[in-house]
């Protein structure tokens, strides 16, 4: 997630199965970005106009993360364009 143009990640912060990670880079809101994913059924919690905050459970398996990443990935690349 860290290596998309415009996310940033404070990797030091993560120690449980939270994620919060800035999209102020990428041009985007958090709240947009979130209604996006959710578009592409990825649940992400804005946490403010910047943060975002995604969180795994037992039932999200590695496929499901890497869609998860898949689906931030081209909601960055399309920008605002949307």
């Known amino acids: ?7 940033k990640v ?3 912060k993560v120690v449980t199965n939270i994620l919060f990670f800035d999209v102020s880079g990428t041009g985007l809101t958090a709240p947009v970005v979130s ?4 578009a592409k059924n990825v649940l ?6 910047k ?3 995604m969180v795994t ?3 999200v398996d ?6 998860a990443l898949h689906a931030l990935c081209e909601v960055v690349k399309t920008g605002a364009r949307g």
């Open 35 to 38: 209604e996006r994913l959710k």
């Open 10 to 12: 404070e990797t030091e």
């Open 62 to 67: 590695r496929a499901g993360c890497e869609r």
């Open 1 to 7: 997630m860290a290596q998309i143009p415009g996310i």
């Open 51 to 53: 943060l975002i905050r």
């Open 44 to 49: 992400a919690n804005p946490y403010d106009s």
């Open 57 to 59: 459970h037992l039932d």
